[in-house]
Nanobody, 120 residues
């Protein structure tokens, strides 16, 4: 099993940038498909991005072209670079570790969440 801990959230103005980090421990990091979810008040939880152990990425339509997910297996860390942030990006962001089932992402371990607030 793997445990994940997110960091890097905060308050940023519209158009600004933030970089979230997620450190994994307790298992072999390179075996997992890593992902980022977000939960905003009044909205359903949304899968933002995933990255496989081979480095293949996938993004929600709402963040394509603005967010970039990456991983450093030597550091057991996954990142989410968020650029051109909008108020609607405001949410608690969660890091996940899991795999795939029939082409669908299947998270197994969840982090505690980190708050991202985009506001003037």
């Amino acid at each position: 099993q793997v445990q994940v801990v997110e960091s890097g959230g905060g308050l940023v103005q519209p158009g600004g940038s933030l970089r979230l980090s997620c450190v994994a421990s307790g298992s072999i990091f390179g075996l997992f498909v890593m992902g980022w979810y977000r939960q905003a008040p009044g909205k359903q939880r949304e899968l933002v991005a995933t990255i496989t152990n081979g480095g293949r990425t996938s993004y929600a339509d709402s963040v394509k072209g603005r967010f970039t997910i990456s991983r450093d297996n030597a550091k057991s860390t996954v990142y989410l670079q968020m650029n051109s942030l909008k108020p609607e990006d405001t949410a608690v962001y969660y890091c996940t570790a899991g795999g795939t089932a029939s082409g669908t992402y299947a998270p197994g371990s969840w982090g505690q969440g980190t708050q991202v607030t985009v506001s003037s």
